[in-house]
């Protein structure tokens, strides 16, 4: 057996334990839980060890999660790399003052803050959600980080719906890793 033979066992094994659940948050939308793999002791390392692997050596100052399912394994990404970890929020969940971002989402639209003393101008983040869609919500975080001084070192996802390109959307020119494609 080979290491891409490897790779792709493990693969298939975290792919088989994300939940589908039908019409949630709407109707039409399938939502892929990542809970089953949070709940696992064993799912929750071998996740962190395959989210981190494709960036170390980078040198990373911070791990930018957003809310609120990239900060369950976002901290661990942060842990794991030697960084800082930044979380990215919904309105008015931040206590001290913030930058602000509307974009869209598949199914409507939203906005994201970051707390304005975050970031200083040429900090290195990489950052992570647990799933890319349109990619609406990475690029609104690329643009809040950009807008502090920021440096997009490259963007981590546990999954990529690939058929909504979401990727197409991101900085074409930093590093872009998801373990999975639905």
């Known amino acids: 057996m080979s290491l891409d033979d490897t790779d792709s066992d493990l693969k ?4 088989d334990n ?19 793999l949070l709940n696992d002791k064993y799912l929750l390392e071998l996740t962190s060890r395959l989210l981190a692997e494709p960036f170390r050596g980078f040198r990373i100052d911070y791990v930018a999660g957003l809310e609120s399912r990239g900060f369950l ?10 960084a800082g970890f930044i979380p990215i929020r919904k309105p008015h969940k931040l206590p001290a003052e913030t930058e602000s ?6 199914y409507g639209t939203d906005s994201l803050e970051i707390h304005k003393d975050s970031i200083n101008p040429g900090d290195n983040v990489l950052i992570h959600d647990d799933l890319i869609a349109t990619g609406g919500s990475a690029m609104a975080a690329t643009g ?3 807008k502090l001084g920021g440096n997009i070192i490259g963007y981590s996802f546990v ?10 959307s991101l900085d074409q020119t930093a ?8």
């Open 12 to 15: 298939k094994i975290l792919k």
């Open 159 to 168: 999954m990529e719906i690939e058929f909504l390109k979401g990727r197409q």
């Open 144 to 146: 809040l980080i950009e």
């Open 18 to 36: 994300i939940r589908s659940v039908k019409d949630f948050p709407k109707e039409g939308i399938i939502y892929k839980d990542i809970t089953p």
């Open 101 to 106: 971002i509307e974009y869209e989402l598949e």
């Open 175 to 182: 590093p872009f890793h998801s373990i999975l494609s639905i």
């Open 73 to 82: 394994f976002g901290t661990n990404l942060a842990q794991d790399l030697h």
